[in-house]
């Protein structure tokens, strides 16, 4: 297959961040085409699909879109699978598992579906390569059937291990932020790298490391794998050049202010680790420290943060007495801004403030808010002038 040959490619997404990840698409060159519920769909070649694995920080996966088509009946969803051409991408050996979701279509037994599809794709390749049996031992190649209001969509997984898989974090604190998540408040926020970041309870630092990833420009994906790396069509060469830019393209120099303070001391160390095996543990200070402790000399800066939720039974009075404690301590840093997530529905009131804005999110399967309390506007900088 020609490397310039353009794909129609679906980057999916939380509920709620897709603007995000349409704004990263953007970023990357590529021309966004779609922007639905849960995805940003966009065209992109070969190589294209190496830089979107590798730089897409708020993204779930990338998918390659086979086929799209309305399919009311198993005969339609047979039919119009076995009609798109599977030959060019999977080998004949391809490993092609089926997964499947159907939401408001008549098709709504999902396995059934998931059936169809991967007989249908059988009797394709069947027929394009004369063969009657597949081993099914070569390269993977993760198939989706996706249905919405009767409308089918083909694709193949591209990324394998979600692109949350950062390959930095190895050990977890009990309930961690997703990084994708964590990097989409960061994008959220409008940080920059000129301007102290603080996160008072950072956990096991995905906040904190989160930022600093940007704020050195390294590509999130740059320590790990992706299923399509073993697909004949995407030569070695290309994920190798995509990775190569990406080593060029990454600021290792950049003077960066960010701190994680936390009360427990265990997941300080835990966020220390991780730091290191960020490559930004020279970028980064964590301490820990309770939140009455938490100071800046700093005029101006952000704090982004992800507090307890107070979701478990005995919780709640707890975190409500911290939302109190919050609103004191963060009001003596008068001219920052700052970031709030938390799915407690009277964080404002307990908070003592009302935020600038609000945005509704998800934290895993936690319907959150994101409460943003603007500052006043930052002086020009010659490097702000630049971004701005």
């Not at 198993?74 to 999977?90: G, I, N, S, V």
């Not at 096991?204 to 990833?213: N, P, Q, R, Y």
């Not at 990775?243 to 990454?250: I, Q, S, T, Y």
């Not at 101006?300 to 478990?312: L, Q, T």
Request: glycine share 6%; aromatic share 10%.
């Amino acid at each position: 297959m020609d490397t310039t040959t353009k794909f129609e490619l679906i980057a999916t997404s939380t509920f709620g961040l897709e603007s995000v990840v349409a704004a990263e698409v953007t970023k990357l060159g590529y021309d966004k085409t779609k922007i639905e519920n849960g995805k940003v769909t966009f065209r992109a070649n070969a190589l294209g699909i190496c830089r979107s694995n590798l730089w897409l920080r708020v993204a779930d996966r990338v998918r390659l879109k086979i086929g799209e088509f309305q399919a009311e009946t198993f005969d339609a969803l047979f039919e119009q699978t076995k009609a798109l051409p599977w030959e060019d991408f999977l080998t004949m050996d391809a490993c092609f598992p089926v997964d499947g979701k159907s939401i408001k279509s008549k098709l709504f037994s999902v396995s059934d579906c998931q059936a169809i599809v991967k007989k249908a794709i059988v009797e394709r390749l069947k027929q394009k390569h004369q063969v009657q049996w597949f081993k099914e031992d070569g390269p993977r190649f993760p198939v989706e059937v996706a249905l919405l209001n009767d409308i089918a969509t083909l694709t193949i997984d591209t990324s394998g291990a979600g692109l949350h898989r950062r390959g930095y974090r190895d050990l977890a604190s009990a309930a961690p932020l997703k990084e994708t998540l964590a990097a989409a408040l960061i994008s959220l926020s409008k940080w920059q790298p000129d301007t102290p970041l603080i996160d008072p309870f950072c956990g096991s630092g995905t906040i904190v490391l989160e930022a600093a990833m940007q704020g050195l420009n390294i590509a999130p994906g740059l320590k790990r794998e992706f299923v399509a790396e073993k697909w004949p069509f995407l030569p070695r060469e290309l994920w190798q050049l995509g990775r190569e830019e990406a080593l060029d393209l990454a600021c290792p120099t950049q003077a960066l202010e960010i701190i994680g303070t936390d009360v427990d001391p265990k997941v300080v160390q835990l966020a220390r680790h991780h730091a290191q095996a960020a490559g930004v543990a020279e970028s980064v200070h964590f301490q820990a420290q309770p939140l009455a402790s938490l100071s800046t000399r700093k005029k101006y800066g952000k704090i982004v943060c992800n507090p307890p939720y107070g979701e478990r039974i005995g919780e709640k009075k707890q975190v409500e007495q911290l939302y109190r404690e919050m609103g004191q301590v963060f009001a003596q840093f008068g001219t920052w801004s700052y970031y709030v997530i938390t799915s407690h529905p009277e964080f404002e009131r307990l908070f003592g403030q009302r935020a600038s804005k609000k945005r509704k999110l998800y934290n895993g399967d936690i319907k959150v808010d994101y409460y943003q309390f603007f500052g006043p506007r930052l002086p020009k900088t010659p490097f702000r002038q630049e971004v701005d």
